[in-house]
Each structure stands twice: as C-alpha cells, then as structure tokens.
C-alpha cells in the first residue's frame, strides 16, 4: 500500500543512517517530500541522492540553536511548509559505571537526545500549527521504560523523550498537533556496536537472550511504525509510546533472571504473570464500555493456554522458590489494581 503520506512535508532528523535513513526511504516511498537533517553532511547528502528527487540534505548540529534555526529556514524554502517532524537523532552511551562517566559525555548525551526536541519544536511550531494535520514522532527507545545497568544517563534520557513526548501531546492537542514516540528495542544498526560494549558474538547471544521475540529490530521495522503514526490513519492518536518489538515481557524476563531462576522458571512465571494482565485489562475494558466481542474472543481464547503453558512450565522446575512466584503474582495483583483505579 503506497501513498499513505502523499504529498506530506517532512523533516527527519539523523536521517544519514540507521533508523532515521528507513524512515526517510519508507517516508519517500509512501509518497511525502523528506528533509534528511543530519549533521554528517557526507552521509546525509548520500542518503538523499538514493532517495532521489522527493529528498533533499540539510546539515544541521541539532544540539546547536543556531544550526537548528537554520534547518527550519532552508527546509522550509525547500518544502514550502511542515507536515511532519522526525525526532530520531541521538547518540548512545558506551557501557559505564554512572558515576564515571565523564561530564562532556554527558552533556552531549542530554544536548542531542534531550534538548535538541526542545529546539526543533521552537523552530517548526509555527510551520507545524499551519498544517492541516501535523505530527511529531520522537524516536525513544525501551530504554527508557526497561533500563538496561551500564547504560544509566542514555537510559534517562529516553525516559525524558517519553516524558515529553506526552506532555508535548497534551498542550499541542488544541492546536490539533499530534505527538507520539517510538521505543524501539536494540536495533542492528551502526548504534547497536555502542550500547553492547563492542560488536561480538558473544555480547550479541546476551543481547538477543533479553529479547523475547528473539531479534533486533531493524530500520524497517521502525519506519514501518513510524508510517503509521506519522500517517492519517493515526489521526486521533496522540501521546503514544509505541514499543516495537514487543519487549514488554523484558522487565520481568530480566528481573526473575536475576533472581538466579532457571528458564523453566522465567517462562512459567513471566507467562502466568502475562495471562493475568489480560485478565486485567479485559475487566478495565469493560468498565470503559471497551469490551467488544472480537477482543473478549482473541483474549478468552488465548487465556487457556497462556495459562495451561505456565502451569507446566511451573510444574517441570521443581525447585522454583515458591515465595518468588507469590510475590510476583502480588505485585502483579497490585499493579492490576492501579491500573483499574487509573481506569487504563
Ligand atoms: N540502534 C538501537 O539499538 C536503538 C534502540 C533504541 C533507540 N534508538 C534510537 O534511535 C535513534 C536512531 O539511532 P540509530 O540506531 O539509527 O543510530 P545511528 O548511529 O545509525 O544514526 C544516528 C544518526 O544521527 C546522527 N546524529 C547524531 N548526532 C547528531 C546531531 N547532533 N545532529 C544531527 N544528527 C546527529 C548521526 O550522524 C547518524 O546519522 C536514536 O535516537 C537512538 O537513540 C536506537
């Protein structure tokens, strides 16, 4: 299905490599106009010739205020307005104790991935507010709900990209700007090196082991949610953090795996843990009138043997610390009940 952003203006931050350069290409594809913002001139200027036409580079520092600035005149000249903005530029942390890491290291991190949202938004505001369906899509990762240890300063600052992408959302809904974040899970591309602390078989095999769908996520991936919700299908979706890849399952995978269980364990828990949050989010849905009878058919469906797999997998490990599994089933319990009282 092509034209599913027909004659929308873009810009995409980062966009010479890695995610920012899928979601440029599924961008021109679906038929928008991209302005490919990157401060690798080289690279950005040859991400945009194998676009072709429909793309155009523009160097930028987006840490830089003034380089911002410049971005949204010379783009602006080039689309002649501003439907979408792709918040995707970032850079990654090194694995490092939080206390040595040093000070200019951290200053970049907050300055590219934290602070460059806040000048692109006071750059493209008043471009965005002319549009007659404009989007923002900050790109966050699952770092930023399921931190990984080594990884601190990068991990906050994606929980602050989430943070502002939903409050962005609230004081943009009048001006009918929307404002959502992806939260991509470890991705091949040439960030990924980065955050393993070198590019190994060995620290890939620890990587995917925390992956429950068994892969990195990949540029199309991302750029496939960001069609979606930069697109007019997600008209009324706003303050979203998308998760790709389904990492959900990732905290409590992580969590019981360190608590020394074996994998029989994990995955009894994890699954009867899972089981009942759909329980639970079937009884919200239905006190918000939400329960239709295709979902309670998917759900109830799928219940049983959520269910019949957790209790053989508790059953085969035989040495699973009964006080664990019941602690996490309360802790379950009561993170069901808040989300009940939330009413989500
Ligand atoms: N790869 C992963 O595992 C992963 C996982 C979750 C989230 N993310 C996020 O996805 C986004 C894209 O990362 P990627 O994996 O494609 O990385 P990448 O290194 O392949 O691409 C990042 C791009 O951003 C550009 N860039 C960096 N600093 C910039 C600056 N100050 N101004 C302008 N451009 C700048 C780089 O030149 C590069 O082209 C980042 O925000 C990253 O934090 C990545």
């Known amino acids: 299905m092509a034209g599913r952003l027909l004659g929308k203006r873009a810009i995409v931050t980062g966009a010479a490599s890695g995610f920012g350069r899928g979601i440029a290409a599924a961008f021109v594809a679906e038929g928008a106009r991209v302005v490919i913002a990157d401060r690798n001139a080289a690279a950005g200027a040859a991400a945009a010739r194998d676009l072709g036409d429909a793309a155009h580079a523009i160097a930028c520092d987006v840490a830089d205020a003034a380089s911002v600035a410049a971005l949204g005149q010379q783009a602006l000249a080039w689309l002649g307005g501003l439907d979408l903005l792709v918040n995707n530029a970032g850079v990654a942390q090194r694995p490092t104790p939080l206390a040595e890491l040093d000070e200019a290291t951290f200053d970049h991190i907050a300055a590219v991935n934290m602070k460059a949202i806040y000048l692109t938004a006071r750059t493209c505001l008043p471009a965005l507010a002319a549009s007659p369906a404009a989007a923002i899509l900050n790109i966050a990762s699952t770092a930023g709900v399921s931190p990984r240890p080594g990884l601190v300063w990068y991990n906050a600052s994606k929980a602050w990209v989430i943070g502002a992408t939903r409050a962005m959302a609230i004081e943009l809904a009048p001006a009918r700007i929307r404002v959502n974040a992806i939260n991509p899970v470890a991705g091949e591309t040439p960030m990924l090196a980065d955050f393993m602390g070198g590019d190994t078989p060995e620290t890939r095999a620890r990587f995917l082991a925390s992956i429950p769908m068994g892969r990195f996520s990949t540029p199309a991936d991302i750029a496939a949610a960001a069609v979606y919700l930069c697109s007019d299908e997600a008209a009324l979706v706003t303050g979203v953090a998308s998760t790709v890849a389904h990492s959900g399952g990732l905290v409590v995978g992580l969590y019981l795996l360190g608590t020394g269980l074996s994998t029989a364990g994990v995955v009894a828990t994890a699954t009867a843990l899972y089981a ?51 602690l996490a089933l309360i802790a379950i319990a009561l993170a069901g009940a808040a989300r009940l009282l939330l009413g989500s």
């Open 276 to 326: 009942l949050t759909n329980l639970v989010k079937l009884v919200g849905y239905w006190r918000i009138g939400f329960l239709t009878a295709p979902v309670l058919v998917a759900d109830l469906l799928v219940l049983p043997v959520l269910l019949a797999g957790a209790w053989l997998g508790y059953r085969a490990h035989r040495r699973l610390p009964r006080r664990a599994f019941e």
